[in-house]
């Protein structure tokens, strides 16, 4: 390969602003596509390229796809992602962020940490917004297409994927999966292995890492409806910040939600919002409160999620209510009166327990005023006045408000985005190849560059690989589906198409640092020779005849 060509291309995509969530990402879908259609092969072959619209994307955002078509079916997938976070981080050197060679002679002048000033004088780190996440992988990926379309034989099929959206809700990877089943029938492909390029760090002993998994992420969201009263008359109601607070303290980095596979552990939740409903001040407690928090997974499903948190949530309801009642007996021995229990009863429910509920009660009046919130949140996403995971509370309070039974009550749902766990070792019959590719990553990396590498199950800092497979489907898609308010109305995925495509995942990235900080940097060597290489002896490796 070309490294002076790679390093072009690497500095030219970077230069592409392509903040996620904002238009910008179709200047990169522009750059690729363009890239592509200059290529001799693509030139000859228009078909074996392209892009592929989202479907109802407000920002009308594509995935950018290229075929090198070969001998035979066996396919690898090469996966990158073209979205980067923004610039903001950057202050004063914010336009600089887009442009390395500018930035490294002032980013000296800033803040820095020991770590990032000894990368910066070495000069073997390339800093800027995208560098590690992921503009390397993707001219990678670019550079080796190019590479394999000069071929005149080839024996097998190399199939890149660039998609948008990685860093937000992965809707490029989601409906990747609906392209993947596509390009397979359409062509007569048979997927391998998926290679992503997201960036690698360094364990404790300094060696490079591949990974032959990605982390799952589930987010729970839970909503409390108590009884409101005045402050005044404070036990005739109950606060659902107290006794969301306890569920907080039940779950918050509470290890039953960690998973152990084989020395990996994966960490354990924390909560990234809650709150009470109140919307300005009066003197009384508010009706409801509401959070959520994101369970990384290894092999816990929504099932087991659902479960444990209501197992929390029903010990610390319970918590409450033994609290209360001892609160209010001391009460009213201090002013001598008689010795009184209050109503409240332990009542906790997961989302599709009360969606069916409000339909039994309400029927079509509630599916009709479901529907117009639904509309309504869309709106105000838009404008910026609430996010998906907010708005969870909004839809269970339009749920809670058609149930008859008023009674203070918890329930358990799940948010968008939902990233299924994925590893090769979950595969049954996993072919001898997938399976013996780790060794042999390992080996030619020491023998051929060198370098020290080891393989991990996880890539724990999530991944568009979620969407290439489904293992557990029975615990996993009734739960999400029947759990998730926003399923089917904002937020999708075609786990029929993630079956079906069903393919081993390996992440083979450069070392990278400091992802979504100002001091964002990859490791130069990694991006020109290290990772090039072994990607490629990979791609080889599957499509040989070599087992």
Request: with cysteine; aromatic share 10%.
């Given at each position: 390969?070309?490294?002076?060509?790679?390093?072009?291309?690497?500095?030219d995509l970077v230069a592409v602003k392509s903040d996620t969530g904002t238009v910008r990402e179709q200047d990169a879908e522009s750059f690729i596509l363009t890239w592509l259609g200059e290529l001799d092969y693509f030139k000859a072959n228009p078909?074996?390229?392209?892009?592929?619209?989202?479907?109802?994307?407000?920002?009308?955002?594509?995935?950018?796809?290229?075929?090198?078509?070969?001998?035979?079916?066996?396919?690898?997938?090469?996966?990158?992602?073209?979205?980067?976070?923004?610039?903001?981080?950057?202050?004063?050197?914010?336009?600089?962020?887009?442009?390395?060679?500018?930035?490294?002679?002032?980013?000296?002048?800033?803040?820095?940490?020991?770590?990032?000033?000894?990368?910066?004088?070495?000069?073997?780190?390339?800093?800027?917004?995208?560098?590690?996440?992921?503009?390397?992988?993707?001219?990678?990926?670019?550079?080796?297409?190019?590479?394999?379309?000069?071929?005149?034989?080839?024996?097998?099929?190399?199939?890149?994927?660039?998609?948008?959206?990685?860093?937000?809700?992965?809707?490029?990877?989601?409906?990747?999966?609906?392209?993947?089943?596509?390009?397979?029938?359409?062509?007569?492909?048979?997927?391998?292995?998926?290679?992503?390029?997201?960036?690698?760090?360094?364990?404790?002993?300094?060696?490079?890492?591949?990974?032959?998994?990605?982390?799952?992420?589930?987010?729970?969201?839970?909503?409390?409806?108590?009884?409101?009263?005045?402050?005044?008359?404070?036990?005739?109601?109950?606060?659902?910040?107290?006794?969301?607070?306890?569920?907080?303290?039940?779950?918050?980095?509470?290890?039953?939600?960690?998973?152990?596979?084989?020395?990996?552990?994966?960490?354990?939740?924390?909560?990234?919002?809650?709150?009470?409903?109140?919307?300005?001040?009066?003197?009384?407690?508010?009706?409801?409160?509401?959070?959520?928090?994101?369970?990384?997974?290894?092999?816990?499903?929504?099932?087991?999620?659902?479960?444990?948190?209501?197992?929390?949530?029903?010990?610390?309801?319970?918590?409450?209510?033994?609290?209360?009642?001892?609160?209010?007996?001391?009460?009213?021995?201090?002013?001598?009166?008689?010795?009184?229990?209050?109503?409240?009863?332990?009542?906790?429910?997961?989302?599709?327990?009360?969606?069916?509920?409000?339909?039994?009660?309400?029927?079509?009046?509630?599916?009709?005023?479901?529907?117009?919130?639904?509309?309504?949140?869309?709106?105000?996403?838009?404008?910026?006045?609430?996010?998906?995971?907010?708005?969870?509370?909004?839809?269970?309070?339009?749920?809670?408000?058609?149930?008859?039974?008023?009674?203070?009550?918890?329930?358990?749902?799940?948010?968008?985005?939902?990233?299924?766990?994925?590893?090769?070792?979950?595969?049954?019959?996993?072919?001898?190849?997938?399976?013996?590719?780790?060794?042999?990553?390992?080996?030619?990396?020491?023998?051929?560059?060198?370098?020290?590498?080891?393989?991990?199950?996880?890539?724990?800092?999530?991944?568009?690989?979620?969407?290439?497979?489904?293992?557990?489907?029975?615990?996993?898609?009734?739960?999400?589906?029947?759990?998730?308010?926003?399923?089917?109305?904002?937020?999708?995925?075609?786990?029929?198409?993630?079956?079906?495509?069903?393919?081993?995942?390996?992440?083979?990235?450069?070392?990278?640092?400091?992802?979504?900080?100002?001091?964002?940097?990859?490791?130069?060597?990694?991006?020109?020779?290290?990772?090039?290489?072994?990607?490629?002896?990979?791609?080889?490796?599957?499509?040989?005849?070599?087992?």
């Amino acid at each position: 390969m070309n490294k002076q060509e790679l390093e072009k291309l690497f500095y030219d995509l970077v230069a592409v602003k392509s903040d996620t969530g904002t238009v910008r990402e179709q200047d990169a879908e522009s750059f690729i596509l363009t890239w592509l259609g200059e290529l001799d092969y693509f030139k000859a072959n228009p078909e074996l390229f392209g892009k592929y619209q989202l479907h109802n994307d407000p920002l009308d955002r594509s995935i950018i796809w290229g075929l090198r078509k070969g001998r035979g079916p066996d396919t690898v997938i090469l996966l990158h992602h073209h979205d980067v976070v923004d610039s903001f981080d950057y202050g004063v050197l914010k336009e600089l962020a887009y442009r390395p060679e500018e930035l490294i002679g002032q980013i000296s002048q800033a803040d820095i940490n020991q770590d990032t000033k000894q990368d910066l004088d070495s000069g073997n780190w390339i800093f800027g917004r995208g560098t590690a996440d992921m503009k390397a992988g993707a001219a990678i990926h670019m550079m080796l297409l190019k590479e394999y379309t000069q071929l005149d034989d080839f024996s097998g099929n190399l199939l890149l994927l660039s998609v948008p959206d990685e860093e937000s809700l992965s809707q490029g990877a989601r409906e990747g999966a609906s392209l993947l089943r596509q390009l397979k029938d359409k062509h007569n492909l048979e997927y391998v292995m998926c290679i992503d390029g997201e960036p690698h760090e360094r364990d404790d002993q300094g060696r490079a890492v591949f990974y032959e998994g990605s982390v799952g992420k589930t987010m729970v969201v839970v909503y409390v409806r108590g009884k409101k009263t005045h402050i005044g008359h404070i036990f005739q109601g109950i606060n659902p910040s107290h006794i969301l607070s306890e569920i907080v303290a039940q779950t918050d980095m509470n290890t039953v939600f960690s998973d152990v596979v084989e020395g990996e552990v994966s960490p354990p939740p924390s909560w990234s919002f809650m709150r009470d409903t109140k919307e300005q001040y009066d003197a009384s407690i508010p009706e409801s409160a509401g959070g959520y928090f994101s369970v990384l997974t290894l092999t816990q499903t929504p099932k087991d999620i659902l479960e444990n948190t209501k197992k929390l949530c029903e010990q610390a309801f319970d918590a409450v209510v033994k609290r209360i009642n001892q609160h209010y007996t001391n009460f009213r021995e201090m002013g001598d009166q008689p010795m009184e229990v209050l109503p409240w009863q332990t009542n906790v429910l997961y989302f599709s327990q009360a969606f069916e509920q409000a339909q039994k009660d309400s029927g079509d009046d509630f599916i009709q005023a479901y529907d117009q919130t639904i509309i309504d949140i869309v709106q105000d996403i838009s404008d910026g006045k609430t996010n998906i995971p907010d708005s969870n509370m909004k839809l269970i309070s339009v749920t809670l408000d058609y149930i008859k039974d008023k009674s203070p009550k918890v329930v358990i749902a799940f948010s968008p985005p939902y990233y299924p766990h994925i590893a090769n070792l979950d595969f049954k019959d996993l072919p001898d190849k997938a399976k013996n590719l780790g060794l042999q990553l390992m080996e030619y990396a020491k023998q051929n560059l060198d370098q020290d590498y080891v393989r991990k199950h996880y890539f724990m800092g999530i991944s568009d690989l979620s969407y290439v497979a489904l293992n557990d489907a029975e615990s996993v898609v009734p739960y999400i589906e029947k759990n998730m308010p926003h399923w089917n109305r904002t937020y999708t995925i075609p786990f029929k198409d993630l079956e079906a495509i069903g393919v081993p995942i390996i992440n083979i990235g450069p070392w990278g640092k400091d992802y979504h900080k100002f001091t964002e940097r990859v490791y130069r060597d990694d991006v020109l020779e290290y990772t090039p290489k072994l990607t490629k002896f990979t791609i080889e490796y599957l499509l040989s005849n070599r087992s």
